[in-house]
């Protein structure tokens, strides 16, 4: 499977932005996990969130928690990540990836595939 992450830009501290993850394959996406992670830099890439199969569970980092939210949209492929009250910190290029199994899916090791990343700036 192929994903195409997009999405980010510029916005200000407190604005927000809607990433898209988009993933080319037919009538399996419903079959894949698929997270979020970022890379600041100098720094490690991290968890930011990640929505089960059919979207019944769903797991945030305690950086993005009640500010972010992941949903997808099986018929048409894609996963978002919408991102409210932004701040500098959450600049980073964010990944979006995607895994058939759930366990792991917090850590970058438990996913297969990966997108090419979108870079968020959040600043004044």
């Known amino acids: 499977v192929q994903l195409q992450a997009s999405g980010g830009g510029l916005v200000q501290p407190g604005g927000s932005l809607t990433l898209s993850c988009t993933a080319s394959?037919?009538?399996?996406?419903?079959?894949?996990?698929v997270g979020w992670f970022r890379q600041a830099p100098g720094k490690e890439r991290e968890f930011v969130a990640r929505?089960?199969?059919?979207?019944?569970?769903?797991i945030y980092s305690d950086s993005v928690q009640d500010r972010f939210t992941i949903s997808r949209d099986n018929a048409k492929n894609t996963v978002s990540l919408q991102m409210n009250n932004l701040k500098p910190e959450d600049t980073a290029v964010h990944y979006c990836?995607?895994?058939?199994?759930?366990?792991?899916?917090?850590?970058?090791?438990?996913?297969?595939?990966w997108g090419q990343g979108t870079l968020v700036t959040v600043s004044s």
């Open positions: 929505i089960s199969w059919g979207g019944g569970s769903i």
């Open positions: 990836a995607a895994t058939k199994e759930i366990s792991g899916t917090t850590r970058r090791q438990g996913y297969e595939y």
């Open positions: 394959v037919e009538r399996t996406f419903s079959t894949y996990v």
